[in-house]
């Protein structure tokens, strides 16, 4: 492997080389939380709105999957720590999480995995206090709704 395609998958915060050989058989790499980031994962239509939010006031988002466990954003490690939102948690050291290939982008998907935005194609890791911002808004958005 080449040094710029061993940069490009520096995101992995785990072994290149494991997450080559899942992807290579067709199936997701498990990565570890908390090494190079941490991850909060919230509820599929919840998150979604979070993440479209956040690119439509032009705020940076980093690498988020849609899975079947729901939206996973990527968020630098312990920016999270004081996460407090319903139906949704924060995944941290010693825990993995399933990743499809960098390639695989909405619509195309891995194996029900799907990435909302690719680590090929973002910059750094989202912010973890403005993605609290746009879940805390989207979850609001969703009991006014419920009330109506």
Not at 14 to 30: F, K, N, P, Q
Not at 52 to 68: E, F, K, L, Y
Not at 101 to 115: C, E, L
């Amino acid at each position: 492997m080449s040094t710029a395609e061993n940069a490009a998958l520096g995101w992995i915060g785990g072994s290149i080389d494991a997450a080559l050989t899942m992807w290579g058989r067709g199936d997701l790499a498990e990565l570890p939380v908390g090494t190079a980031w941490d991850v909060v994962r919230m509820p599929r239509a919840l998150g979604w709105k979070a993440v479209q939010q956040m690119r439509r006031s032009d705020i940076t988002v980093g690498p988020a999957q849609h899975s079947p466990n729901g939206v996973d954003v990527l968020v630098p490690v312990g920016s999270a720590a004081a996460w407090d939102l319903p139906d949704s948690q924060v995944l941290t050291a010693d825990a993995l999480v399933r990743v499809p290939h960098p390639s695989f982008v909405a619509p195309r998907t891995q194996r029900g995995h799907t990435w909302i935005v690719s680590p090929q194609d973002c910059g750094p890791l989202t912010d973890a206090d403005m993605l609290h911002e746009a879940y805390a808004a989207a979850l609001a958005a969703s009991h006014m709704d419920a009330a109506r």
